[in-house]
């Protein structure tokens, strides 16, 4: 049975940093693509990250060279590294699992792509 876990959220000022955890059971997830998502109130979830069986990893504008997207292979966790945080990061944030990427690869950067989801972990940045 496929579960991730989220870990790691918190409340932070604005130029903070947060390390989010997702660990992942029931499958081994290093052989698949895996991401982060966030859904902010009243938003639709929007990809942040994803990262393949290669190691071929995407951001979203909105995060690129403030986030960092890794993972643990020996503890089947993924990470993700906030740093600089700003107000409009406040959102709850998802990790997720692409298990029907041919050969690893991610299907897309789509809410859509991805069949296996945890329960979230709630990122608030102060100002």
Not at 45 to 56: D, F, K, P, Q, S
Request: proline share 2%; charged share 20%; glycine share 14%.
């Amino acid at each position: 049975q496929v579960q991730l876990v989220e870990s790691g959220g918190g409340s932070v000022q604005a130029g903070g940093s947060l390390r989010l955890s997702c660990a992942a059971s029931g499958y081994t997830a290093s052989n698949y693509c895996m991401g982060w998502f966030r859904q902010a109130p009243g938003k639709e979830r929007e990809g942040v990250a994803t990262i393949n069986l290669y190691g071929y990893i995407t951001y979203a504008e909105a995060v690129k060279g403030r986030f960092t997207i890794s993972r643990d292979n020996a503890k089947n966790t993924l990470h993700l590294q906030m740093n600089s945080l700003k107000p409009e990061d406040t959102a709850m944030y998802y990790c997720a699992a692409d298990l029907n990427g041919r050969r690893g690869l991610c299907r897309g950067r789509t809410e859509a792509d991805f069949g296996y989801w945890g329960q979230g972990t709630q990122v608030t940045v102060s100002s």
